[in-house]
């Protein structure tokens, strides 16, 4: 008795679309699927083909003109979003000897881990580092942060990073403000190295009582941590999923060095031939030394150094290692973690 018409029903929604409403029942396995069905795709650039238009950048723009040099990576399956997964931004930011990226800050978190070149600076909150390749930085929410270079003459180089902001998911909240500083660059109040010191040593400033959801640490040096997973890959077992894989903290809190994107680096031995897992945060990577390969959802994506790619949501992944590799990747696991949505899922076969 209550089942009509398709015609019936069609002219039903028809009349109810006037109204900007639509009956779930058409669309209920789609809003609420049986498992992630996630509108990005794996993908992977190739550092080769990319490097000439940053150098073809470099000649069409300042770092200043521009304010960031950027060219932004989007998810294949889902460009014209400024987005790499459905929550996160990538690029790759180049800034040339000499230049300046201007002062400002946001409420958008950003990461920076350096891919070629050695010697410019990121400035966060009144204190430089000096940018060396396989270091994480952080510039962390509201922070006022800019970028510079040595000149030629002074010994600087281009120097490139790879760029990680929550910028979909501060516009999916409603939630992102910016302004820039009245100056292009911002006054130093502390000596270079001076947070790694206080905050970076396993050691706190004695009445240090602030348990900020950013971390204080805002440069990881890649010589310590590449040295932490030289000795854990001789000293400890390999996980079959992971090899060596460690995660970057806030030394405050043990918690995520931001609260919107979590940092990881891992270590594959020459001829790991990695078991497969899915995880509901859909992650970017960075490779910074090796040969090797990675399935996506059942397709293989060969990789060197340098190389980025992208894994979405729980798509079914697994690493080869052709060589020693490195890996560097970032996700927005912290946010899942906290409304406890994340999941995992590792396969043994
Ligand atoms: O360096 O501040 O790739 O504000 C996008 C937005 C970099 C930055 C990006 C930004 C920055």
Redesign the pocket.
């Known amino acids: 008795m209550n089942n009509k018409s398709d015609e019936v029903r069609a002219d039903f929604y028809r009349r109810i679309d006037q109204h900007h409403l639509f009956p779930l029942w058409e669309q209920l396995h789609n809003l609420v699927p049986k498992e992630p069905a996630d509108a990005c795709i794996g993908a992977l650039w190739r550092y080769r083909e990319l490097r000439p238009y940053l150098t073809e950048a470099g000649r069409l723009i300042t770092a200043e003109e521009a304010i960031?040099r950027?060219l932004?990576l989007e998810n294949p399956a889902i460009r014209g979003a400024a987005s790499i997964t459905t929550s996160l931004?990538a690029?790759l930011?180049m800034i040339l000897p000499g230049e300046i990226?201007p002062s400002?800050r946001?409420s958008?978190s950003?990461l920076r881990f350096v891919v070629e070149g050695r010697g410019a600076f990121t400035a966060v909150d009144g204190e430089r580092t000096t940018m060396e390749p396989g270091d994480f930085i952080i510039?962390p929410s509201w922070t006022w942060?800019d970028?510079g270079n040595p000149t030629e003459a002074e010994g600087g180089e281009p120097v490139i990073w790879l760029?990680g902001?929550d910028?979909p998911m501060v516009r999916f909240f409603g939630a992102g403000f910016a302004e820039n500083y009245e100056e292009p660059v911002q006054p130093l109040t502390r000596p270079e190295g001076n947070s790694l010191a206080r905050y970076g040593m396993n050691l706190l400033p004695v009445r240090h009582a602030s348990r900020s959801k950013t971390s204080p640490i805002f440069n990881y040096p890649y010589s310590r941590t590449r040295e932490t997973l030289d000795t854990l890959l001789r000293q400890d077992q390999v996980d079959p999923w992971d090899g060596v894989k460690m995660r970057y903290i806030n030394p405050q809190t043990g918690s995520w060095a931001m609260p919107t994107i979590a940092a990881f680096m891992q270590i594959l031995p020459r001829g790991f031939s990695g078991q497969t897992y899915r995880n509901t945060d859909a992650t970017v990577f960075s490779v910074v030394q090796g040969k090797g390969s990675v399935s996506i959802a059942g397709q293989r994506h060969e990789f060197e150094a340098r190389d980025i790619f992208v894994v979405p949501s729980w798509a079914a992944v697994s690493f080869h290692a052709n060589e020693e590799c490195v890996l560097f990747s970032f996700s927005d696991r912290p946010v899942q973690e906290a409304l406890g949505i994340l999941r995992e899922s590792r396969e043994t076969h």
Request: hydrophobic share 35%; net charge neutral; glycine share 6%.
């Open positions: 960031r950027v932004v931004y690029g930011q990226a400002h946001h958008q950003a510039t942060h970028h760029d902001l910028i």
